[in-house]
């Protein structure tokens, strides 16, 4: 059973930046995407950006594009969203997922079969 945990969530200012984390406890993380999702109040969740398992692909919704960054450190079991330049739009609850299978790669969360606790982003204008 692979358990997520993100951290780095928070208040922060139009235009700002945060870094969100993700460590996962599953010894073959290097195997599986890693994805970020969120989901704001009254709305359905929504994709924000994925990475293959050895990091060599990586996507984004067009939204975030040119301002988030998606990575990864498989050493450490950990993969990261560097989000800049921040709009209160992108407020939300910013949840990481791990791939359903191994060496699998979907951008919709039914290709994801875990799912951190999730971490509140909150950005003021």
């Known amino acids: 059973q692979v358990q997520l945990v993100e951290s780095g969530g928070g208040l922060v200012q139009a235009g700002g930046s945060l870094r969100l984390s993700c460590a996962a406890s599953?010894?073959?993380?290097?195997?599986?995407?890693m994805a970020w999702f969120r989901q704001a109040p009254g709305k359905e969740r929504e994709f924000v950006a994925a990475?293959?398992?050895?990091?060599?692909?990586?996507d984004y919704a067009d939204s975030v594009k040119g301002r988030f960054t998606i990575s990864r450190d498989n050493a450490k079991n950990t993969v990261y969203l560097q989000m800049n330049s921040l709009k209160p739009e992108d407020t939300a609850v910013y949840s990481c997922?791990?791939?359903?299978?191994?060496?699998?790669?979907?951008?919709?969360?039914?290709?994801?079969?875990?799912w951190g606790q999730g971490t509140q982003v909150t950005v003021s204008s």
């Open positions: 599953e010894r073959t993380f290097s195997s599986y995407a």
């Open positions: 997922a791990a791939g359903r299978y191994s060496y699998s790669y979907i951008l919709t969360p039914a290709g994801y079969g875990y």
């Open positions: 990475i293959r398992w050895n990091g060599d692909r990586s």
